[in-house]
């Protein structure tokens, strides 16, 4: 899993520098362990070829699959099977009675077009805020 998050998000658009193993390692049990995870993976000729890691998450909506992360390896890519894959996925979360799928990208990523194309939509009134606390 690690691995193959490490090489779909190394290049560009991201360029996300995971060269820490030991950072990589334990984002990675951060985000498929807790305790309410819900992770799926995509085998190709026996090698895992895309992931999604998540949890489900009960909110006063309904219970949802939120999604932390998902990639297709970079081979893979731009020939359906992140799209296959999402509803794979999709078919999952309504056989189990979950409400919806929730998920955070980037708008100037090309996430967020795959995202719109497989029908997801923003939310008019969710806004994601970060404050950096780094001494630079």
Not at 22 to 43: C, D, P, R
Not at 88 to 99: F, K, N, S, V
Not at 115 to 124: G, I, M, R, S
Request: aromatic share 12%; net charge negative.
């Amino acid at each position: 899993m690690a691995e193959l998050y490490r090489v779909s998000f190394q290049g560009e658009p991201w360029n996300d520098d995971w060269s820490d193993p030991v950072q990589l390692m334990e984002y990675m049990k951060e985000i498929s362990g807790n305790q309410h995870a819900l992770n799926f993976g995509l085998l190709i000729d026996g090698k895992l070829s895309a992931m999604s890691i998540g949890m489900i998450r009960h909110w006063w909506e309904g219970t949802n699959y939120n999604i932390e992360e998902l990639c297709v390896a970079p081979e893979y890519r731009g020939q359906g099977i992140g799209t296959r894959f999402l509803q794979m996925i999709e078919e999952e979360i309504q056989d189990r009675g979950l409400a919806g799928i929730f998920l955070q990208t980037d708008s100037d990523k090309p996430s967020y077009r795959f995202y719109h194309k497989n029908e997801f939509k923003d939310l008019d009134t969710h806004v994601s805020l970060y404050k950096s606390l780094r001494k630079e």
